[in-house]
Antibody
Framework: QVQLVESGGGVVQPGRSLRLSCAAS????????MNWVRQAPGQGLEWVAV????????YYADSVKGRFTISRDNSRNALYLQMNSLRVEDTAIYYC????????????????WGQGTTVTVSS | EIVLTQSPDFQSVTPNEKVTITCRAS??????LHWYQQKPNQSPKLLIK???ESFSGVPSRFSGSGSGTDFTLTINSLEGEDVATYYC?????????FGRGTKLEIK
């Protein structure tokens, strides 16, 4: 079935780095833009980043710009989020989510979500 | 950045009640407004995209409307399984943003 599975979360000290992965199955991964969305404990949803289906176009929330990098490997059906210079306020569940339209562009609403991976930034 | 203001933040509801959640954008966003449902300890799910297009499998009691800066999610005849937090999201301009959410609880 259609599935996104995130991994790579954990506990990390402020200033350190972490790389999240999202493995896709049961769908044509290369056909859609992909997003990362996060949710701090007890808080709402925050969009983090998006990449186009070919990986050439990437956009970020101001809160992570310059520290996080989104990338994808369509040959491996995988999405990544490289997180550097982590801060306590980056503590959250991180979800990968697929754009709902199979085609060029992005921002069509997110129709498939993973279960999330938890990142805790603490000294 | 476009700010989405949802109201109410919280609502206590009874089964079969009609529920209306509003989402107001700080500037016009055309039709790029989507609604999500998140049940406790679950991932969000897409309910409505582009103001009023129901996503596949979503019960017909959920509907969306609005234009420009003011949008509404309506749940006709609420069921117990609809207890959740509902979020609006705009993808009209980057960075994409979500509303703060509306939490529904059963009275």
């Amino acid at each position: 079935q259609v599935q996104l599975v995130e991994s790579g979360g954990g506990v990390v000290q402020p200033g350190r780095s972490l790389r999240l992965s999202c493995a896709a199955s049961g769908l044509t991964f290369s056909g859609n833009a992909m997003n990362w969305v996060r949710q701090a404990p007890g808080q709402g949803l925050e969009w983090v980043a998006v990449t186009s289906r070919d990986g050439r176009d990437k956009y970020y929330a101001d809160s992570v710009k310059g520290r996080f990098t989104i990338s994808r490997d369509n040959s491996r059906n995988a999405l990544y989020l490289q997180m550097n210079s982590l801060r306590v306020e980056d503590t959250a569940i991180y979800y990968c989510a697929r754009d709902s339209y199979s085609g060029p562009g992005m921002g069509y609403g997110m129709d498939v979500w993973g279960q999330g991976t938890t990142v805790t930034v603490s000294s | 950045e476009i700010v989405l203001t949802q109201s109410p933040d919280f609502q206590s509801v009874t089964p079969n009640e009609k529920v209306t959640i509003t989402c107001r954008a700080s500037q016009s966003i055309g039709s790029s407004l989507h609604w999500y449902q998140q049940k406790p300890n679950q991932s969000p799910k897409l309910l409505i995209k582009y103001i009023s297009e129901s996503f596949s499998g979503v019960p017909s009691r959920f509907s969306g409307s609005g234009s420009g800066t003011d949008f509404t999610l309506t749940i006709n005849s609420l069921e117990g399984e609809d207890v959740a937090t509902y979020y609006c999201q705009q993808t009209s301009s980057l960075p994409y943003t979500f509303g703060r959410g509306t939490k529904l609880e059963i009275k």
